[in-house]
C-alpha cells in the first residue's frame, strides 16, 4: 500500500532514540524529507551520520534543543523552511514518565510534569502551524499514552497530564481544521532503554531477556503476552501522517497489545 508520503516534508520531536528514531527512519523510508530535533546534542549527531548515510544529507535535518524552549522551537522550524522550505507533517513525541502517587508528588513535581506534558505539544505547533497552513496535506500526531483513559496509581501525576493532552489534542483537530489533521496515538508498554536497564538489574540474571519480557506482559495483562516494538509504534504514526488518512482527524489509535479495558 502506498501511503503516498514520498516527497513530504516531516518533523519528528525526540528524534534521537526510540519510537522517536523510528518513526523518522520510516518516513525516511517512504520517501518524505525529514526534520528531527532532541536534547542530546552528541547522541543527535550520531544519529543523523547513520541517516544522512543511508537516505542522503539532503533528506536530513537535525537540530538540538529542547522542545520546552519555545524560542528554540521557532529556531527550529526557521531552519526547517530554511533547508525543505515547508512543513507537512509534525510529530510531537518528546516526553517521559513520573513514577510517584499522589501523596508523594509535591508542587514543583507537578508543575514540572505539567509543564513538560503540555508545552512539548504546545510549542511545537505553534512554531509550525503557519508552516503546516501552507501545506495542501498537514498532519499532526501526538504520541500519548493509554494512561490519558487508565490511570495507573502509582503514575497518578502523569496519567493527568496524559488526560489534560489528550483533551488538547481533541480540542485542536477542531479547531485547525480543516487545514490541519490532528489525531494521536495512546501507548501501552513498549520496549525501550529503560526497559533494558530494568532487565539488566533483574532480581535474577539467570533469567533470559525474552522469559524476562514475556513474564513482565503477563504481570501487566497483556492480552498480546509482549511488549511493543517502537517500529509497530512507528508503523500507527505514519499511517495517521498520510494522504492514506485524509479522512481522519481527531482519533487515537491505540498501540497497546490489547491491554486497555475502556470501551
Not at 521557532?74 to 501523596?103: E, H, K
Request: hydrophobic share 45%.
Amino acid at each position: 500500500m502506498d501511503l503516498g508520503l514520498a516527497g513530504k516534508i516531516a518533523v519528528v520531536t525526540g528524534g534521537s532514540s526510540g519510537i522517536g528514531l523510528a518513526t523518522a527512519t520510516m518516513l525516511l523510508e517512504e520517501g518524505c524529507r525529514v526534520a528531527v530535533c532532541a536534547r542530546d546534542a552528541e547522541r543527535l549527531a550520531g544519529v543523523e551520520a547513520d541517516l544522512a548515510k543511508r537516505f542522503g544529507a539532503d533528506n536530513v535535518l537535525a537540530a538540538a534543543c529542547s522542545v520546552l524552549d519555545s524560542a528554540a522551537m521557532t529556531d527550529f522550524a526557521a531552519q526547517v523552511v530554511s533547508r525543505f522550505a515547508g512543513c507537512d507533517i509534525l510529530v510531537n513525541n518528546a516526553g517521559q514518565g513520573r513514577v510517584s502517587t499522589f501523596a508523594d508528588t509535591g508542587d514543583d513535581a507537578w508543575r514540572e510534569e505539567l509543564d513538560l506534558k503540555f508545552f512539548s505539544q504546545i510549542y511545537p505547533i505553534r512554531a509550525f502551524q503557519a508552516l503546516l497552513e501552507k501545506s495542501n496535506a498537514a498532519a499532526i500526531v501526538g504520541v500519548n499514552s493509554l494512561l490519558a483513559y487508565q490511570p495507573e496509581p502509582h503514575m497518578v501525576c502523569t496519567s493527568a497530564a496524559r488526560a489534560g493532552v489528550q483533551n488538547l489534542l481533541k480540542s485542536l483537530s477542531v479547531e485547525l481544521a480543516p487545514d490541519i489533521r490532528v489525531n494521536s496515538i495512546l501507548l501501552g508498554l513498549v520496549d525501550s532503554g529503560q526497559w533494558q536497564r530494568r532487565f539488566e538489574s533483574r532480581s535474577d540474571q539467570s533469567q533470559s531477556r525474552k522469559d524476562w519480557l514475556a513474564e513482565l506482559a503477563a504481570s501487566k495483562g497483556i492480552p498480546l503476552g509482549r511488549l511493543g516494538e517502537p517500529e509497530e509504534a512507528a508503523s500507527a504514526i505514519c499511517f495517521l501522517v498520510s494522504p492514506a488518512a485524509a479522512y481522519i482527524s481527531g482519533a487515537r489509535l491505540e498501540v497497546s497489545g490489547g491491554v486497555s479495558r475502556f470501551v
